[in-house]
């Protein structure tokens, strides 16, 4: 039972459950208000706790959305963004593409290689701390995830200096776990469908660029 549980709890924080921070499929998010798949291109170093954050400035003030998953416009952030937050938007979706992508490969066969690598390219800590953590619980477990998790219509919703915030409609009903002899690991979700959120910031470039550090579900928990 005990280990069970710590199947489950990996599972939450691979698909993004995490109440503090941490989670793939793949569409291109910078011109699509809905994911199936996404690729990242970006090599550049992974953030460190040292990374300097430029503050926000009078041009980057906060800007907040009324859209939410089930009402994304043709562009997945809100109407007043200026130009330059419209590419910060775009670079912030493009990261959680990579994150959606990479995490669910590395779900999928988690004792197939170190997945350090992947898995910092597109998040910072605490988000990449907590996913290789519950990846080395599934190789202990010996248990591999054969069902995703589904991320629908992720939306920008505030950008504020180097912050770009995410809202997506998290959907665990189809998520799997199975051990070698293809039998379930996965303890009943609760909540299957629910409103997801995410925090992408931009780092200094030698620390690893825009990043995905944070994911939570949304607080009260919202179905969607």
């Known amino acids: 039972m005990r280990l069970a549980a710590i199947v489950t709890a990996a599972a939450a924080v691979l698909a993004g459950c995490t109440t503090t921070g941490s989670g793939v499929q793949t569409q291109d998010l910078s011109t699509a208000p809905s994911m199936s798949s996404v690729t990242q291109t970006n090599t550049t170093e992974p953030a460190t706790s040292s990374a300097t954050m430029p503050s926000a400035t009078a041009s980057s003030s906060p800007v907040t959305s009324a859209a939410s998953p089930s009402t994304a416009t043709s562009d997945p952030w809100p109407a007043n963004l200026t130009p330059a937050q419209q590419d910060q938007a775009r670079a912030a979706l493009a990261v959680l593409g990579g994150y959606i992508q990479v995490t669910?490969?590395?779900?999928?066969d988690p004792g197939?290689?170190?997945?350090?690598?992947?898995?910092?390219k597109y998040?910072?800590?605490?988000?990449?701390?907590?996913?290789?953590?519950?990846l080395a619980s599934y190789v202990s477990a010996g248990v591999h995830q054969v069902g995703p998790p589904i991320y629908e219509q992720p939306v920008v919703t505030e950008v504020v200096g180097?912050?770009?915030?995410?809202?997506?409609?998290?959907?665990?009903?189809?998520l799997s776990l199975v051990d070698s002899n293809g039998a379930s690991a996965l303890q009943p979700i609760e909540n299957p469908r629910v409103l997801w959120e995410a925090t992408v910031f931009e780092y200094e470039e030698?620390?690893?660029?825009?990043?995905?550090?944070?994911?939570?579900?949304?607080k009260p928990v919202t179905p969607c």
């Not at 912050?163 to 009903?173: E, G, H, P, T």
């Open 162 to 174: 180097n912050k770009v915030s995410i809202q997506a409609c998290l959907d665990q009903s189809g």
């Open 123 to 134: 998040t910072a800590d605490p988000a990449a701390t907590q996913i290789l953590d519950a």
């Open 206 to 218: 030698k620390d690893g660029g825009w990043l995905l550090s944070e994911t939570a579900t949304a």
């Open 112 to 120: 197939a290689k170190d997945w350090t690598a992947d898995i910092r």
């Open 104 to 108: 669910n490969a590395a779900s999928a």
